[in-house]
């Protein structure tokens, strides 16, 4: 018998297989239909902005496209000793067209951060060429200051020629490049970044601790006690949950505040003086004990989930094989909530992480993380490359942190209400 | 959780210290809601309980910050509110319509690369809301939407969807696909099917994604702070300007409409949750 004779066919006379496989390609291209306005949607409006940002952190062709000619004349030049006529004829003539442009000042104040003092001697320049005869450029300009005929100033416009840098990721890790184009540090007293980095770190590290540690009792009480009880509790947790976020923090200002009801209490049970109240509010602990409050019902709904799956009877089996309750609960109970505890310590994590206006309404200036200081740079020095550059660390860091996630529990294991 | 007659007394302080924790936790997440009530009739101008008001005094209660939110001169909030509806409530049809499609897209089995497009799809809710805010802007700004309503509703759209698509990918999951080719044995088309019987079934998880899509929009204020221009204040906006120079009473007043408003909200999405439950025979 040949293979041909052990094909099914359909009643048209196709192969079962050829159709089969024709009609899951259909309905392939039909499921993919059905999502393509979204997965473009999202796509057009989301994925391909964040990669802007990346190209916008490390743009810097500013000052490759205001001087083409000096850098092409560059190219030869090996940076050690003063440039030749041409680089210097080059720049001139670069710079004059800048000028009729009016767009000489952006140079000079982008080389003067390359290397101080650039500004003044460029100003001196636009000033004095006019006067300028035709030829001999190098002679000329060396003429109009000193610092012309330092080659380190001449190096620092070679510094600026590649279109990309890494300037503005340094500069969120607080280092720069120096004279010679090498990485250092910046001086240990204006080390603002890092400061801010492990801040938002150690924020989010204990904010985490607090929920679990908060949390955990809880969900399992929600889980174990009858519906009608549970139900009633839930909505302790749900009501903040669906709460504005600005109104969470109002309460918590009242709350915190030196005349609030938390220093009122303190008083009242003689724990402190009346006249010299703790400042809870505009440091650490305001934020502690905000975001803590704001974020638990994200940790306790992923546990509650969990937790309701979980048998009483593997409790009971524990216990009647001889484990004391505690024995019972580390070794058998505990183990089983480990896919909720991930999830929960996760989403607290990465939302404590990304904080903004909590922070910013109690936190004062110690309270102060990484996400208002990208907000900053948007909003007041409109320095979006360095925005960008910061925002795309942190996003760095959260894509480890689920990568991490995901050696350790599983992503799939996550499990939302 | 009445303790058995045979248990220790070590269990039995454990026990009554394990429900003494839970109830404090409970007051820490519930109390703070509370406060703000009544606060806001207070009669007085400052954000702490009068004399009175500890006494009941009626007269140490008025509703002239619910008067000022309302009728206050050059008030913002009247113009914040109507933003802030229009906006949430376009932003929620956009996201709707985007996800539940996306969704039925992404239930059927034959979807490939389901994994990826799921990422992707559901990103905007994992990434810090900051990084979004700055993509966002960039991208709005780049279509000249920045400072405009429409600007604002693309936003919240992509800031929603994830939800949608979420909540009605795991309503889908319980949904039996049978009567949609039973439907189609008998005779009627797809768009037909949808309405007459997919969209009936699932529409608890459409409904619930969309009250999350509301809420999002409704409660944003990263992304608004970066993209709203004077005519485009918005509740958040006003709430964050107002808590950042002055905590005013009027602040309170209208704190206390958004929590009625959240309680109700609260109520609808867990009677859709456990009727969705009922449908799906999860039996509890």
């Known amino acids: ?417 | 959780m009445a303790l058995p007659k045979y248990t220790e007394t070590r269990y039995r302080i454990w026990h009554y210290t394990y429900l003494a924790i839970c109830g404090f936790v409970f007051f820490f997440l519930i109390a703070p809601l509370f406060v703000i009530f009544p606060l806001s009739f207070n009669a007085e101008e400052f954000l702490v309980f009068s004399d009175g008001m500890k006494r009941l005094d009626p007269d140490a209660f008025s509703l002239r910050w619910y008067e000022d939110m309302i009728y206050g001169t050059k008030n913002p909030w009247g113009l914040a509110a109507k933003n802030s509806f229009i906006i949430a409530v376009f932003a929620t049809i956009g996201a709707v319509v985007l996800g539940t499609v996306a969704a039925l897209g992404l239930s059927s089995r034959h979807m490939p690369y389901k994994g990826l497009i799921m990422a992707t799809l559901i990103s905007p809710m994992i990434v810090p809301l900051i990084i979004s805010g700055v993509a966002i802007f960039f991208f709005i700004a780049k279509i000249g939407l920045a400072a405009t309503h429409l600007g604002i509703i693309i936003a919240h759209i992509i800031l929603g969807t994830p939800f949608v698509v979420i909540t009605v990918t795991a309503t889908l999951s319980g949904f039996d696909h049978s009567v949609t080719r039973a439907a189609a044995s008998l005779g009627s088309d797809p768009v037909n099917t949808f309405m007459k019987i997919t969209l009936p079934l699932i529409l608890p998880g459409v409904i619930s994604g969309a009250l999350f899509a509301f809420v999002t929009s409704f409660d944003e204020v990263v992304v608004v702070l970066f993209l709203a221009g004077l005519d485009n204040t918005t509740i958040p906006i006003q709430m964050w300007t107002g808590l950042r120079e002055q905590l005013s009473p009027t602040i309170l007043a209208v704190a206390t409409c958004l929590i009625v408003l959240s309680t109700l909200i609260l109520v609808t999405a867990e009677l859709l949750r456990r009727r969705s439950e009922r449908i799906r025979g999860i039996q509890r």
């Open chain 1, 1 to 417: 018998m040949s293979s041909e004779t052990q094909k099914i066919l359909t009643t048209d006379g196709i192969p079962l297989e050829v159709s089969l496989k024709k009609a899951e390609k259909k309905n392939k291209i039909k499921a993919f239909l059905l999502v393509a306005p979204l997965l473009l949607f999202i796509i057009i409006t989301y994925i391909f902005p964040i990669g802007e940002m990346f190209t916008r952190s490390i743009d810097d062709r500013m000052v490759t496209n205001m001087l083409p000619k000096t850098f092409k004349a560059m190219e030869t030049w090996d940076g050690k000793e003063l440039p030749p006529e041409e680089v210097f004829a080059a720049f001139l003539s670069d710079y004059r067209a800048l000028a009729e442009k009016k767009e000489h000042g952006k140079l000079g104040q982008r080389l003067n951060k390359e290397k101080n003092g650039f500004n003044t001697i460029l100003k001196k320049l636009w000033r004095k060429m006019k006067n300028f005869e035709e030829g001999n450029a190098k002679e000329q300009i060396m003429e109009i200051h000193k610092r012309f005929r330092d080659v380190k100033y001449w190096q620092a416009i070679k510094r600026t020629a590649p279109p990309y840098t890494m300037a503005k990721y340094l500069k969120g890790m607080d280092m720069y490049y120096d004279e010679d184009g090498k990485v250092v540090q910046v001086e240990e007293d204006r080390r603002i970044h890092r400061i801010l980095w492990l801040r938002t770190l150690e924020v989010a590290f204990f904010v985490t601790i607090f929920c679990f540690l908060m949390g955990y009792p809880i969900a399992h009480l929600l889980a174990t006690l009858p519906m009608k009880y549970s139900n009633l509790l839930m909505i302790c947790v749900l009501l903040p949950f669906w709460t504005s976020l600005l109104v969470r923090t109002a309460s918590w200002m009242i709350l915190l505040q030196q005349q609030g009801i938390v220093n009122d209490f303190f008083v009242w049970i003689g724990l402190v003086g009346d006249d010299n109240r703790p400042e809870m509010m505009y440091n650490k602990t305001g934020t502690y004990v905000a975001m803590t409050q704001i974020l638990l019902p994200f940790m306790v709904l992923p546990l509650y989930s969990v937790m309701k799956t979980i048998s009483p009877s593997l409790m009971r089996a524990g216990k009647s094989l001889g484990g004391t309750p505690f024995v019972a609960f580390w070794k058998v109970y505990f183990p089983l909530t480990i896919p909720g505890i991930g999830a929960g310590c996760l989403l607290v994590f990465i939302l404590a992480i990304g904080y903004y206006i909590t922070p910013a309404l109690v936190g004062g200036a110690s309270g102060t993380l990484i996400s208002n200081q990208i907000a900053y740079h948007m909003k007041a020095t409109l320095d979006w490359s360095f925005a960008s550059a910061m925002g795309l660390m942190l996003l760095t860091g959260v894509l480890v942190v689920y990568w991490i996630y995901n050696k350790l529990v599983g992503i799939d294991n996550i499990k939302l209400g």
